[in-house]
Each structure stands twice: as structure tokens, then as C-alpha cells.
């Protein structure tokens, strides 16, 4: 099992940006979460999706920004952010779990990637 997350970098206040995650060597269903982690504070989970059914799960606090997405030709799940904010700069991780249906608890994913640095400042 392989992830890679990938599409960081800096954006202005209310731009948008996409993150993608490429996550191979599954045979089932499994689930793939975004996290985040700001300088000084927890990993908070952001959003997940179950690729085969398309199931996704977003914690209240995140909702109306943040969508999710799937191409499992391409075995990428992005992760689209609008209306971006200084407070979303973090760093971003995908990660895998057999979790279904997913939720963005992070000892529930057992495999991680290397993450991507978001960064919203003008």
C-alpha cells in the first residue's frame, strides 16, 4: 500500500486549491481520509471517502469548504479547498483505512503518507 499526497503550496486568502492523493495496492473497499495539522496544534481530520461505494464523511466543523473526490481509474482522490483562509494552513496527509464506512478518526487509518504544505497568507 502506497500513498502520496501532492498539490501544496501558497494561496491567498479566499483562492482555492486541490490537493491530490494517489493510494495503490488495495484489493477491497477501503476508505481515504484527509488530515491536517497547523504549526503548534493536533492532527484534526478533515474529510474521508469510501472509493467503492463513493460514502464520504465530514465532521460538522469542516463542512461548506471541503469537498472530496474520487477516479478510481487513476487511483486519486482529491481533496477540492475553496474559499481558503489563513487558519487552514497546515499541513495535509492522506491516509488509508478498511474502515467502512469511514470516519476521520486517525487511529483508524493505518497507512499514511507524506504530507503537503498548504499555506494561506497574501
Known amino acids: 500500500v502506497q500513498l502520496q499526497a501532492s498539490g501544496g503550496g501558497l494561496v491567498q486568502p479566499g483562492g482555492s486549491l486541490r490537493l491530490s492523493c494517489e493510494a495503490s495496492?488495495?484489493?477491497?473497499?477501503?476508505?481515504v481520509g484527509w488530515f491536517r495539522q497547523a504549526p503548534g496544534k493536533e492532527r484534526e481530520g478533515v474529510i474521508c471517502?469510501?472509493?467503492?461505494?463513493?460514502?464520504?464523511y465530514q465532521p460538522d466543523f469542516m463542512k461548506g469548504r471541503f469537498t472530496i473526490s474520487r477516479d478510481n481509474v487513476k487511483n486519486m482522490v482529491y481533496l477540492q479547498m475553496n474559499s481558503l483562509k489563513p487558519e487552514d494552513t497546515a499541513v495535509y496527509y492522506c491516509?488509508?483505512?478498511?474502515?467502512?464506512?469511514?470516519?476521520?478518526?486517525?487511529?483508524?487509518?493505518?497507512?499514511w503518507g507524506q504530507g503537503t504544505l498548504v499555506t494561506v497568507s497574501s
Open positions: 495496492g488495495f484489493t477491497s473497499d477501503y476508505g
Open positions: 491516509a488509508s483505512t478498511t474502515k467502512t464506512p469511514c470516519r476521520v478518526r486517525d487511529y483508524e487509518y493505518q497507512y
Open positions: 471517502l469510501n472509493v467503492i461505494s463513493g460514502r464520504t
